[in-house]
């Protein structure tokens, strides 16, 4: 196993951010119906800040890990920066080349879709 799988299953058993958060300024959920995995995103907004983030949900370690990370990426940022977030940066903060795993980059890029949602509940 390569050191940045052995990161990313070190995130999957102990993620960071993981937790409901129940007073919730924005909750979005995805899922991927293809594998199963299942998130919930939770944003806490203070004066347009991205105050706290939280996730909950079911999957496989990369798609636990790009939500941990993702959501520690947000925390302190401007809620317009949401819309600004793009693949090359849900990479970035893996630090995995899924190129040529387009599954495994689904399971990668659900968090991140799960934000950008228009679904929000």
């Given at each position: 196993m390569s050191i940045e799988y052995e990161r990313i299953v070190h995130i999957w058993k102990n993620p960071p951010n993981r937790g409901e958060m129940k007073d919730a300024d924005f909750v979005a959920e995805g899922a991927n119906p293809i594998c199963g995995d299942k998130v919930k995103v939770f944003l806490k907004i203070k004066n347009g800040k991205i105050a706290d983030a939280s996730f909950t949900g079911e999957g496989c370690a990369i798609s636990i890990a790009s939500a941990s990370l993702l959501l520690d990426y947000l925390k302190g940022k401007k809620v317009g920066e949401i819309e600004k977030l793009d693949r090359?940066?849900?990479m970035e903060l893996l630090e995995?080349?899924?190129s040529k795993n387009p599954s495994r980059l689904k399971c990668a890029l659900l968090p991140l879709m799960a934000i950008?949602?228009?679904k929000r509940k």
């Open positions: 090359e940066k849900v995995l080349d899924l950008k949602s228009e």
